[in-house]
């Protein structure tokens, strides 16, 4: 699904190049839930904005599926970003004038779906998340556990191929944290390809992969505990 | 997704209260100065637009002039300037003359107590309603006005003496002397119109029954008072036209004549607001003024755009994340414009409706205001719903625009990146800037103006018009007199004049405000050839006393010379005129005044006798001959006991002139009319200055606010370091301040630029001074710092504590 081939990205100051990302090579089979880990600066956003082609890579290939992104114009990018992505923030970032089933209609709306079918699936998405009585509310209104499981639904309403998450439970208590990961992990089981960047270790394993960045490198790339363990079982 | 744009918009609207506020006030201020000022506008620019088809009309102005120099211009001119034209010219389709009939009073043949003194009555010839499109109520206009003694009223003149009755046939009688026959009705012409009139009689009893010893009506060069209008063939180049009449006349006449008499074409369109001619026969308008107006009604709205612009740029970090967000979920670039495009949209929508229903209601006040009876009546009137179209249109446009361009390209990496200081760069704020400074730039113009326009006001006023005009009651004439009446006037005068209360009396066929009433070419005796232009007028010998000329040689008019009427007196303009190095070598010189010989006995000091916005003339001021009398009475008064000095002054003309209601004012008063459009003109500058300075300040104020919330940190993390609240203000506001410096730097030269041209309209005029602008800018500053200040010292005041929470 995803190929990066000696992925670079620098900022550039009068005297030197900074580093963000340095050589980073790495491909991801769709289906796949993967973490991105490492310290503060390592680049983890980076290289998941630049996956999720918010961000342009100054050297290196991007193949997202047939596509060579690294050589699409913009606006050819922001149609894959629309077609096939998903994100959720850290902080939300739901629009704070919509109320909760307006925030998760707005990807719908600049997909231009039809009005029918908006309703029946905004509806299915906030049974499954148990969000119908708060349909109405702004998210000034809502928990930030709540916020963020809008901001989920928000995300995967326009059924994306890849759902990025960067740092999802980040501003969250554990136990509202927890309930984000295990919607995760049952969207994962549903077919859904994740890519995630975390620092909570415990989240990492919800995964099946974790990738750890350093100083822009690919320190390490390896299964999960958890994985290894279904693996065994089945 | 409208829908949803429009509900979007609408909840950014209420939930950033303060800034809708701001907006919203700006621009319903902006959009009812500019439904206000732009329907004056457009009425004065539709001035005489109820003719059809008159492109091709002019009207003919007479020039006199001496020595190449035009020394009077008449709106209404000469007696042959038509016919001569017309008949030398096939272009001349058709013409029509016009001529003012004497005050009169008109009373009905049939019921002798109805009477009416109507304000406008001329000789018409009936080609008038060939050339002009006065609407007929009742009658014939081909055959109205083609017998003699025949009459066409207006509506409301019917109205006024027939009641319901039909006037058509019926016979007016004119102050005892003339009975006209009633032969159609016209509509009452709208107020913008300069032909307007109340009676017309036909042009043919002047001509052919007052005039019928000579034949001057139709061939007189130099008599003057007939408005001429001509048609020209389309197409017709006037301007070549106009420049082949001098040949003609010197033709028709000889080489003096068409020398000394220049007919002028005038486009029928230009002349309201164009042509400020002597005898036009309705104030005209100022066109400077108008676009003046238009100007600054308009500046008041684009300062209010420019406020939305600058608080929506203002705001942008505030939306960048909403924006960053929208493209990061599947928003392209165009469906943000839009989304950007129906706020403003909607914001000008309400702004627009409130307007138009405040215009409604403040309708009444402005027309009050303007002293002009203007339909104010804005859903009949479809060219003002374009306007309100237009308004909106481009309102949205050049408000929405900008914003939704400079928001819709933010990249959401930047912004979406938490607490990156990238999201901070300040964008727009070079147009922020500018736009700023646009506004301080008209604050500080119309503030500079306000206070040239009103000084100038002020200067013409105060200024010293070389005569005494306070206390003075003036009365009228009769209008209504018989061979009597110089008898009467005499004992009237001698009544006055033993009233305790009065000073001084005086007869005069012109008191100052008046025009002189008569111009006259003068020449020294027994030297005909060289012939002067002057304006004259008839007093007796008690004048100058009354009005307090100052005398430069010789002596006044005086009662013990015995026969003063065969002496005059000159102004030393008059005596430059003739040529005359001192005013004492002017005494003793005999001139002939229409064949009168006067002799020069006294030489005074230039006076204003019409207000000092134009220019002093010539003057020869002469005894009554036999064939002058007085038209006005002037008293001095040593008191300011007007009720008791009324109510004897209306006994004594009771008992002389019974059959005319008295009709009298105070010369002060009607010489301070004269500054009316001046004077309206100030106030409604000074008006809407203030309300665009009011506009600017609104938005400095939020912008100001924004600059405090952005700097909030900055602030706290200041005062932790011990800065001084005064520090802080003067670094929140230290930016506007330049920004207004800037302003001030622009404002000045254009200011100065546009206000010279003003004042160089007037006569009399005060030179601008340096400190008009230090003082404008002054006022700009305080104001501004004033605004400032609220903002930059509650932000001050904050406790760090609380602004450097983290959210």
Known sequence: MIKLTNIERFHKNAAQKNWVLKDVSLEIEQGEFVTIMGPSGAGKSTLLNIIGMLDDQDNGEYHFFDEEVHKLKERKRHELHKHYMGFVFQAYYLIDELTVYENIETPLLYRKVPKAERQSKIAEVLDKFNMVAKRDLFPSQLSGGQQQLVGVARAIIANPKLLLADEPTGNLHSSQGEIIMDLFKKLHSEGMTIIQVTHNEKYAEYGSRVIELQDGFIKEDRITRQEISENIIS | MLKNNIKIAWRHILKNKFISAINFTGLVVGMVAVLFIWQYVAYEKNYDKIHENTDDVYRVSTDRVKDGVAFMKFAAGAACAAPVIAKNFPEVENYVKLVKSGDAIYKRKDKNEVTYQPEKVYFVMPSLFDIFSFPLAKGNTATCLSEPFSAVITESVAKKMFGDEDPIGKTLNRNNDSDYKITAIIKDAPQNSHIKFDILLSYITYSDVFNSDNNNTETGPYWDGFLSYLKLKSQTDWKDLESRIPAVMERTYDKETSESVVFHLQ?????????????????????????????????????????????????????????????????????????????????????????????????????????????????????????????????????????????????????????????????????????????????????????????????????????????????????????????????????????????????????????????????????????????????????????????????????????????????????????????????????????????????????????????????????????????????????????????????????????????????????????????????????????????????????????????????????????????????????????????????????????????????????IQWWYFALAGLIAISIAILTMSYQSVKAALLNPVESLKTE
């Open chain 2, 267 to 767: 486009p029928f369109n230009d002349i309201h607001l164009n042509s400020n001619l002597l005898f036009e026969t309705e104030p005209p308008g100022d066109g400077n003024a108008v676009n003046f107006l238009f100007l600054i009604g308009s500046l008041v709205l684009i300062i209010a755009w420019f406020n939305y612009v600058n608080l929506s740029t203002a705001r942008s970090e505030l939306r960048a994340k909403e924006v960053g967000v929208r493209k990061v979920i599947g928003s392209d670039r165009s469906s943000l414009i839009r989304q950007f495009m129906v706020e403003a949209a909607l914001m000008n929508i309400i702004a627009i409706l409130t307007a138009l229903l405040l215009a409604q209601v403040l309708a009444p006040w402005f027309v009050n205001l303007i002293d002009k009876d203007i339909p104010m009546s804005i859903f009949s009137n479809l060219g003002l719903l374009s306007v309100v179209l237009a308004v909106f249109l481009l309102g949205t446009l050049l408000t929405g625009l900008y914003p939704a361009f400079l928001l819709s390209s933010f990249k959401p990496i930047h912004v979406l990146k938490g607490s990156s200081n990238q999201s901070k760069k300040n964008r727009g704020n070079w147009m922020r800037k500018g736009l700023v400074v646009f506004q301080f730039i008209a604050s500080v113009g119309l503030i500079a103006s306000t206070i040239i326009i009103y000084t100038q006001l002020d200067f013409m006023k105060d200024k010293k018009i070389g005569l005494d005009i306070e206390q003075t009651l003036v009365i009228k004439r009769p209008i209504v007199t018989d061979s009597t009446f110089t008898a009467k006037a005499k004992t009237f005068r001698k009544q006055l004049e033993k009233l305790s209360v009065a000073k001084n009396v005086t007869n005069s066929t012109s008191v100052p405000g008046q025009p002189f009433g008569m111009t006259v070419g003068a020449s020294k005796w027994g030297n005909d050839e060289e012939n002067f232009g002057f304006h004259a007028m008839c007093a007796d010998f008690n004048y100058a006393d009354t009005y307090d000329i100052e005398l430069v040689a010789g002596r006044k008019l005086s009662k013990e010379m015995g026969n003063d009427q065969n002496s005059c007196i000159l102004n030393e303009l008059a005596v430059d005129v003739f040529q005359i190095e001192t005013p004492e070598e002017a005494l003793g010189l005999e001139i002939n005044f229409w064949g009168d010989k006067l002799k020069v006995v006294g030489v005074v000091k230039n006076f204003h006798h019409e207000a000092p916005k134009s220019i002093m003339e010539p003057m020869i001021l002469r005894g009554f001959g036999e064939r002058f009398s007085p038209d006005y009475f002037s008293v001095k008064l040593n008191t300011k006991e007007i009720g008791q000095t009324m109510a004897s002054v209306e006994s004594i003309w009771k008992s002389l002139f019974s059959q005319n209601p008295i009709d009298y004012f105070f010369l002060d008063d009607h010489y301070d009319q004269q500054y009316n459009s001046e004077t309206l003109f100030g106030k409604i500058f000074s008006l809407f200055s203030g309300l665009a300075i009011l506009v600017s300040c609104l938005g400095l104020f939020a912008l100001i606010a924004f600059v405090a919330e952005r700097k909030k940190k900055e602030i706290g993390i200041r005062k932790v370091l011990g800065a001084s609240i005064p520090s802080i203000v003067t670094m929140l506001s230290k930016d506007f301040i330049k920004l207004i410096f800037i302003a001030l730097l622009i404002a000045i030269p254009l200011c100065w630029y546009l206000m010279n041209n003003w004042l160089d309209g007037f006569a009399e005029r005060i030179d």
